[in-house]
Structure formats: C-alpha cells, structure tokens
C-alpha cells in the first residue's frame, strides 16, 4: 500500500511544488495511517477501506495522546490522498468525505518586547566571524520576517545590499522581494565581507549563510546557534525560530502599518493567516490598559 503514498509524495513535489518540510510531514502522517489499515485492521487495498476504518485510527491517535493539531493535519493529509487516490483510478470511493476535523485551539504567537529583540542583537560576540555571522542571521530575520528555511536556502547572489532587498524563495517555490533595513543591510555587508570568506575555507559555496565546515547552514543548525544566544541574552521566555518572525508581523501592526503589506511582507497567501497578529496586538493593549489605566 505504500507504493500508493510514494506516487503521491511524487505528486505533490513535481505538481503542487510543497516544502520539504511539508512534505516530510505527510510522508510520516501517511506511513502510520497506511501502516495501521495493513497491520491492526488487515486490509491489503484501498478499495476496501470505510468510514469507520479511517475513524478507528483517529480514535487511535486520540489515545495515544495525540494533540488535536496533529490529528487536525492528519486528516488534512487523509483527504487529500484519497482524493488522489480518486483521480489515478485506485479506487471509486473516498471514504475521508465525511470525516470532521477536530476543532484546534488557536494558540497566539509568543513574541519578543523590543527591548528582549535588543538584548538578543547584542547576545553576539561580533569579533569572532561566527558572531559576525549570528548578528547578520538574527537581525535578517527580525528585519524581514522571513522564515528559517528561507534564510538558509538564500544565496550570496540573493542579497542585493545596494538596493536594500534581498529574493526570498518562500513556499512552493514561490519568490518574493523583501526590503531590509539599514541596521540589518550593514550587519549583512560585514558578514559578507568580513567574516563569509574565512567560513568558506577554500572551498567554494553559492550559499550566503555558512557552518564551521564552510557549507550552508541547516535548520538545526541555526536552531541551536538561537538557544545559545538566548541563554546569553537571558531571554527566559520559550523561543524558536519562528519567534523573529512573529515578533516583526506584530511589531510592525503596532506601529501602525497596513495588514495587507504585512501580508506580502511575509509571504502568506491567506490575509486569515495574517490576522492573528492582529489578535496578539489586542492582547497586548488590554495588558497595557490593565497595567497603566488608574480605573482598571
């Protein structure tokens, strides 16, 4: 049954153009959905599957602690391979067309005050070239919104400091300019010139952020590079990577600009998406007025 999910996952990267990292998400989801109909409930094809098949495994995930989040994505990805399923001719049948998906609580993005952003610019040791490079990384992010897996998939040749922008490759391949800042351009340039050559280490890489082997630098690498400055920041507030990028959308909306540039600025193809930021600014003006209001 497998070798239906791995003509899907092809699907998905040659026609729809998904990210790694989604990818790799409905491979798992799929693997122990397709894993649990061939090993607990014996089915060998997916003419035979029902209704209640695909509800058992929920009701299985459910017990074994599954957050509703992750069961809400499962049946995201139950779906749309049972409709594919439809269209190559597998079966005549999608038994997922019924199947609610549970309700998930909107969790609001923790973001940084400004002066946490502050003191995490300055975590850096910025005569040493990896320090170089953190404050060039970290100030990037702040000053763009752009994601992780963005940053590191940019190139030397995405940077266009004397224009003030850089090309980002978002989602689905789909590229978009970003302004940078002056603060963020000038930590940027010295990165570049200062500090990217001595990373290379005679080697020759079309990547803009390097590792101390001179290769570009992962997601995990940058990850733990952001705990380390944390802790130097005394920053005690969980923080991930998405944390800069939270903290630019919600830090502009505050000071006033338009949801729809925030939007583009981020990249979200949804202005839905966009708007919780708007919920967390809310927030944040009744901990003020709760604060400072003498009648509170």
């Known amino acids: ?22 990818l790799q998400s409905y491979k798992r989801d799929l ?9 607990e409930l014996n089915h060998q094809e997916y003419d035979t599957i029902r209704r209640n098949d695909i509800m058992q495994y929920l009701y299985h995930m459910k017990d074994a602690g599954k957050a509703p989040s992750t069961i809400a994505r499962t049946v995201a990805a139950i779906r749309s391979f049972h409709q594919f399923l439809i269209r190559e001719k597998v079966t005549d049948q999608d038994p997922s067309v019924h199947i609610e998906t549970p309700k998930t609580e909107k969790r609001l993005p923790k973001i940084l005050s400004t002066s946490e952003v502050d003191r995490l610019m300055e975590a850096p040791e910025t005569k040493t070239p990896f320090g170089i490079r953190d404050r060039a990384m970290i ?14 998939q940019l190139d030397l040749s995405d940077a266009h400091l004397t224009m003030g922008f850089i090309q980002c490759h978002g989602k689905g391949g789909k590229e978009r300019i970003v302004p940078i800042g002056r603060i963020a351009g000038e930590a940027l340039k010295t990165y570049i010139e ?8 005679r080697k020759t ?6 590792n101390h082997h001179g290769n570009r630098l992962s997601r995990q690498g940058f990850w733990k590079i952001l705990k380390k400055l944390a802790l130097q920041a005394k920053i005690e507030k969980e923080l991930t990577p ?17 949801l729809r540039a925030v939007q583009e600025l981020l990249g979200h193809v949804d ?4 708007q919780i930021y708007t919920h967390v600014t809310k927030t944040r003006l009744k901990d003020v007025y709760s604060t400072y209001h003498p009648r509170a």
Do not use: W
Not at 3 to 13: A, G, I, K, S
Not at 194 to 201: M, V
């Open 31 to 39: 693997r122990q959905y397709t894993t649990f109909l061939h090993k």
């Open 139 to 152: 100030e990037l992010l702040y000053a763009t919104g752009i994601r992780v897996s963005e940053m590191i």
């Open 205 to 210: 890489s079309e990547a803009l952020f390097l």
């Open 1 to 22: 049954m497998m070798d239906e999910v791995h003509d899907y996952l092809h699907f998905l990267t040659v026609e729809r153009g998904l990210a790694d990292n989604t």
């Open 271 to 274: 202005i839905s998406t966009t």
């Open 242 to 258: 998405h944390t800069l990028r939270h903290s630019f959308a919600t830090h502009l909306l505050e000071n006033g600009a338009d």
């Open 194 to 201: 200062e500090a990217r050559g001595k990373l290379l280490k």
